[in-house]
Structures are given as C-alpha cells and as structure tokens.
C-alpha cells in the first residue's frame, strides 16, 4: 500500500524532504514566508545537510531582514558544497546589509571565479567597492 510505501522505504526521507521544500516553494510564491520557513526548517531536522532546504530558507531570511540568521544557512551551504555559487551570491547580499564590505566583496568574487556568467556578482561587487570608497 502506498502507506506503507511511504513508512517503510528508504526513499521515505527524501520523499518528504522533497514534499516539504515543494511546499515551501508555494508558500513562499504565495507571500507565506513564515511557513515556508517553517517547511524548509522541517527539513533541515531530518537532514542537516539538505543544502537545497538551506539555501531556500536562507532566502526567505534574507528577504525578511533576519541577517545573521540567513548569513548562517549560506554559510551552512557553503560548508557542504564549497562550489554553490548562489550560496555565495546570497550571503554576499546579506554581509553587504551587515555592513560587512569586505566579506561581501570576497564572498562575490569568489561567485565570480566559480561562474563568471552571473552580471549580479559584477555588480554587486562594484557596489561594494564604491561603498567601501574604492574608486579609480
């Protein structure tokens, strides 16, 4: 039965995770950020290292302006999958709204060495030069 099916196998974690981030998804298309938190929180329990579940919940944090909270899940990405490039492109945008220039100019330089197709890391590490008074 499918009940069984979905308590007895081993797909049984991912199935879920996979339910759950899909339902985070929505949630988050439908403006319910704290739900879809909540959803990809969900995962993160089971599987602390579903980068997938971290990276969407660190967007949801950064555009709710809980920083340091999404700075961590980028963080957390990163630590698991040192080549996420959009890892480091978010925690970049958060360590700009920190105040923390330097980070941010490391964390989009390092987006460029790994994928020089992204214009958001050129820009957003011009910006980070000129806020940081570096001009030429």
């Known amino acids: 039965t499918l009940h069984k099916f979905l308590h007895s196998s081993h797909r049984t974690k991912s199935f879920f995770d996979q339910a759950y981030i899909y ?18 929180t969900t995962v993160i329990k089971k599987d602390e290292e579903n980068i997938i579940a971290y990276y969407n919940r660190g967007n949801i944090r950064k555009n709710c302006q809980k920083y340091p909270q999404a700075k961590a899940d ?18 970049a945008a958060v360590n700009e709204e920190l105040g923390c220039h330097q980070e941010a100019k490391e964390d989009y330089t390092r987006c460029i060495d790994l994928d020089q197709t992204m214009p958001d890391a050129f820009v957003g590490r011009g910006v980070v030069h000129e806020n940081m008074g570096n001009y030429r």
């Open 74 to 91: 980028f963080s957390t990405v990163i630590q698991v999958e040192p080549n996420y490039t959009l890892a480091y492109l978010g925690r």
């Open 23 to 40: 339902r985070g998804l929505a949630s988050e298309a439908l403006g319910k950020y704290k739900d879809a938190e909540e959803d990809y």
